[in-house]
């Protein structure tokens, strides 16, 4: 209840001050398990795209934003929840399939989940190489899954500005992809082959130039660096 009357409130408010240019809205399947996958351009993308989509939409959102205190506390609790955010811990490993398995519950119930292929936002405005957890969602639950591709939310807060400012921003939703002909969410192959389909899909939209590469903050120390070469090496 509370999640439909925070998009009642909080959506024509939302176009007021983003003024989005919305493509593709019938694209979104309006019943049963769908997965959206977007690129990644700022901070606020997930709020923009649940609150333009014409369904509700989950999605993760750093679990800080739920553990405050006091009243700011409660009003960043409120609101993420309002919007359908799932806390969620940050990191690679047991944390990053954790994450996973909560999108899974949201998509097994028959509902709406949004995630980001590349993981981390864009602070350069290119389109990064997809992670597989898209394709394991989507084989896994047999969802389809809708591209998306946003333009503009990088201008509501641009990269070392603190506050953010109000942008005209567009989400383009396009046609929902069945994935399940590149095998089992068992497969590394189909995973992967999965994962390239729903990138370039977004990219066709989005025009982004490709980096070709994996998002990544720059490595803290040499064992970072010496773990991503070994990575790199059995991807």
């Known amino acids: 209840m509370l999640k439909l009357l925070s998009r009642a409130f909080l959506a024509p408010f939302a176009r007021l001050l983003f003024r989005p240019k919305i493509i593709g809205k019938a694209n979104v399947p309006k019943t049963g398990a769908v997965l959206i996958a977007s690129n990644h351009l700022s901070f606020a993308d997930s709020i923009v795209l649940t609150l333009v989509a014409p369904r509700s939409v989950s999605f993760l959102a750093k679990a800080e934003y739920f553990t405050g205190r006091g009243f700011r506390g409660w009003l960043s609790r409120s609101f993420f929840s309002g919007v359908g955010a799932i806390p969620v811990q940050r990191g690679a490993g047991a944390a990053a399939q954790d994450a996973l398995n909560d999108g899974l519950e949201v998509l097994q119930a028959g509902d709406a989940f949004s995630i980001y292929p590349e993981g981390t936002r864009s602070l350069d405005g290119r389109l990064y190489k997809g992670r597989t957890g898209v394709a394991w969602l989507a084989l896994t639950s047999g969802a389809p899954v809708v591209p998306v591709a946003l333009s503009g939310t990088q201008n509501i807060q641009p990269v070392g500005s603190r506050r953010p400012r109000l942008a005209r921003v567009t989400v383009e939703f396009g046609v929902p992809l069945d994935l399940s002909g590149h095998g089992p969410a068992s497969s590394g192959r189909a995973r992967r082959a999965a994962t390239d389909e729903v990138m370039a899909a977004i990219h066709a939209m989005s025009g982004q130039e ?17 773990r991503r070469f070994f990575r790199r090496e059995r991807s």
């Open 210 to 226: 490709l980096a070709g590469v994996y998002n990544e903050p720059p490595p803290a120390n040499l064992t970072e660096r010496v």
